[in-house]
């Protein structure tokens, strides 16, 4: 499975974006799929996570702000993020578990595969 992140970019705080990542492999759609974040100096974030029928976590840091859903069909999970503020800032990484997992987890370390990350930057 290769994974490809998009959608990153420069936002004022209060602004949106939509990440999404698309997946070559048909194992993607069989699978857990997270988003996981990086800040400077600091380690890997848990932020969502989806299981392959749509049931998802997200971290209290972003609940009520951010949604992640997929399209199977496309082969493509998305991240929706609203009520950006600065401490959002981060390299944004998408990562699906091994083929059918079922179980939505939040260390990094239970994800096999992984992206390229995707910048996301807000400004106060």
């Known amino acids: 499975v290769q994974l490809q992140a998009s959608g990153g970019g420069l936002v004022q705080a209060g602004g949106s974006l939509r990440l999404a990542c698309a997946a070559s492999?048909?194992?993607?759609?069989?699978?857990?799929v997270g988003w996981f974040r990086q800040a400077p100096g600091k380690g890997r974030e848990f932020v969502a996570a989806i299981s392959r029928t749509g049931g998802n976590i997200g971290s209290d840091s972003v609940k009520g702000r951010f949604t992640i859903s997929r399209d199977n069909a496309k082969n493509t999970v998305y991240l929706q993020m609203n009520s950006l503020k600065p401490e959002d800032t981060a390299v944004y990484y998408c990562?699906?578990?091994?083929?059918?997992?079922?179980?939505?987890?939040?260390?990094?370390?239970?994800?096999?595969?992984w992206g390229q990350g995707t910048q996301v930057t807000v400004s106060s």
């Open positions: 990562t699906a578990r091994p083929e059918g997992a079922v179980i939505l987890t939040t260390t990094p370390g239970s994800y096999t595969y």
């Open positions: 492999g048909r194992t993607f759609s069989s699978t857990v």
